[in-house]
């Protein structure tokens, strides 16, 4: 919300010497956002008001120009003296001394008054003004725009201003008020009452300790009638609502210079004297105002709740379905309105539009704030009803709506004023005096808590409770919803004395042992990876229901059981993971869409694990500490969170340079990868064929340990990697680094001094065997002294057999207390392969 500084202030009694970065700290101080402050004195040099004499229409040009002659003030003295001569005394009485200026727009006319920036000029933005040919004519300045001035975001046309306002010649700037700033605020959502003039005013008499006079204090005649037959059908949604008519008004009396000049610095077009004064009475109150086109109006009008299948063309031109939930005004024609969001088509205040209704309500913020994100219509008045308005400003509003199209537009008030429904007044709230010391740890001056909350406006009464205890009573004003416990009222005594005047004093850091195990590892596992060449990712962390189909899952597989977001972030993304492939997978995409192929990503991080059955999480009382029970109900509603360690690779794990030719990441390397995250973890890795989605069936391996599948790696399988956008062969690993077992204490690995003795072996097995399980049976078989095997060459061809393959091991064997022999290693790899035969059917390879 943008407001100008001489507007908050002039309700104040602030006297002289304020700065506008005093007004901003005190705003800031009593909690209300200053995203910007915005000076309007960035125009330098002579800037004058002119007075168009003629104008002339120029032809021959693709676009509207016009040649037209503009008395700055200037005598002819004045400007012939910079011509190299001088003279003393005017001679053409009957004329005036005009400076020829081209212009664009089309929205002004001979005796408009207009603002000129002189040669010499600079505007906002480092424009500078100065005499040139143009179009065939000699243009000496420029008449400006709202744009060009910094004023607002208003193009269409120069800056006329209104009849009398000024003279040819005087400075334009104290006409403009260009000493003036724009203060940009964004008061917090529980304080409806700041989103005003009136309101902000009110915090800044808090903020200075100064006399402040309330613009809706105002003295209402009593209302001879009604102006217009209204029934509230729906009292929830509509507690009050009020109606006052204005007639015989000229539609094309325009909005004076000082009205449009504050909704202009408030960010507001100009539009028409009607649709103004609405908007002006909106920020100057708070309260929005609608006006109806009083002969597009058809009988009576009715509040109450949409009726299934009626629509509504609004003003933007949109024809909208409402919905039962929504509050709506209509007529004996139907929906005329959508009740505090936006008005309908139908009944808009138009070009030719004299006779209008002017209608303020209270409506129920919470229906607004609904019907608003229903139908995306953040519209101001929506803004200020969802955060809850003045019900006691209504009739103050259309009052001054009212006189204001009096006295501009020449209409007439008609007699009598519609006032229905009422709001009850806000119940008291006590609470002992010294609760905000006691709060805030701050021993306040006395009287302190009545003082500032008697300054918000509440009435306030001092009692003895039964214990003794000396008792405040508030009654809240009308204008703040928001006071319904002790605790607001000592936040309003802390914010308005200021926060930094509470003590932050922080206990002292028990003595601790560091960082847990399960820190540790955590730690230890992502500079395993970072090191090997693994960069980290922080993915979006949750997925779309359609991701389970992308990735082929079965309707019965466990990962397809998530929790659902009720107010999701996106809306098609509102489940928790219960993987983190989908997250990172979606960030490998992301950046080979931009021109990065060659990716090797992970992410650590939390997954979901709900359980079939998930009781409801119970809702505690805040005024003590929780009971155990209540704590274990608690935890027993959240569902187990295990950490997840994932990686992705894509394009080439190796580059091609100088060095050679590059090398295509492979499902080799995601096992690698786990096996770089389990030796971090301290823990042995068992490697297993596998075939789960998203894997391709062929290349999916299962990461076990001791026994317990914690994992899987591999190439993602074709069609996934179709549907997911990904480029091919992609491969992937994830680990539950929960599942793998912490050692507290880890077995020092034992070293022989001795030499090893090297042996190679190859085994013909059926090729449906493993090499894990032949390598384990050969493990078993070698004893003790069997130090080591590893995988060295694969074979399949004539010589082994149709439906065998030959596997080569290199063994190492040694002993830990001697020399080994060569008979004792090679007695060691007999046993080795007869266990292999036995347990796999092996036979040595010829």
Known sequence: MRLPAS??????????????????DALIGVGIEVEEVHSLDAVTGPLVVGMVIEVTELTGFNKPIRYCRVDVGETAAETTTGLGFEVTERNFADQQYTRGIVAGATNFAE????????????LPGGFAISERETYGHRSEGMMCSVRELGLGEDHSGILVLDPGSALPGDDARSVLGLEDAVFEVEPTPDKGHAMSVRGLAR?????????????????????????????????????????????????????????????????????????????????????PLHAFDTEQVSGGLVVRRAKDGESLVTLDGENRELDPDDVVIADDSGVISLAGTMGGASTEIGAGSTDVLLEAAHWDPASISRTARRHKLYSEAAKR??????????????????????????????????????????????????????????????????????QIGCKVSISTGDDGTAMVTAEPPSWRGDLTRPADLVEEVLRLEGYDSIPSTLPPAPAGSGLSEAQRRRRSVARALAEAGY????????VARTVWDDFGLAEDDPRRN???????????????????????????????????????????????????RVDAAPDPAVDRRPSDEE????EAAVPDQPVHIAAVLTGQRRRAGWWGAGEAAGWSDAVEAARTVAAAAGAELDVRAAATMPWHPGRCAALLVEGITVGHAGELHPTVVERLGLPKRAVAMELDLD???????????VISPYPPVLLDVALVVDAAVPAADLAESLRAGGGELLEDIRLFDVYTGQQVGEGNRSLAYKLRFRAPDRTLTVEEATSARDAAVAEAATRLGATLRG
């Open 7 to 24: 507007w908050l202030t002039e309700h104040l009694a602030l006297g002289e010497g304020v700065t506008q970065q005093q007004l901003a």
């Open 111 to 122: 005796g408009d008054l207009v603002v000129v920036a002189l040669p010499g000029a600079v």
């Open 203 to 287: 915090e800044l008499s808090c903020a200075f300790d100064a006399p402040f006079g309330d613009p809706a204090q105002r003295e209402l005649e009593p209302a001879d009638g009604h102006a217009w037959p209204v029934r509230i059908e729906d009292p929830n949604g509509c507690s009050r609502f009020t109606i006052r008519r204005v007639s015989g008004l000229d539609p094309n009396a325009p909005s004076p210079w000082w009205l449009r000049r504050r909704l202009l610095l408030a960010g507001i077009r100009s539009i028409s004297l009607a649709v103004d004064v609405t908007n002006y009475v909106m920020l100057e109150l708070g309260q």
């Open 385 to 454: 009803f969802e955060r809850f308005t003045d019900p006691a400003v209504p009739p103050v509003a259309v009052e001054l709506a009212a006189e204001l199209l009096r006295r501009y537009g020449g209409g007439t008030v008609e007699a009598g004023r519609t006032d229905e429904g009422d709001v009850p007044a806000m119940p008291p709230v006590s609470m002992p005096i010294d609760l905000p010391d006691r709060t805030a740890g701050v021993r306040y001056a006395r009287g302190v808590t009545a003082r500032r909350l008697t």
């Open 535 to 542: 960069v980290e990712v922080v993915p979006f962390p949750f």
């Open 562 to 612: 998530t929790v659902s977001v009720l107010n999701p972030l996106e809306s098609d993304k509102d489940q928790l993971a219960t993987t983190l492939l989908p997250g990172l997978l979606d960030a490998a995409k992301r950046n080979v869409s931009r021109g990065f192929r060659d990716l090797s990503l992970f992410h650590l991080g939390r997954v979901v694990a709900p359980t079939k």
């Open 631 to 634: 704590v274990a109900e608690l």
């Open 739 to 749: 599942a793998i077992p912490i050692r507290h204490r880890r077995p020092a690995p």
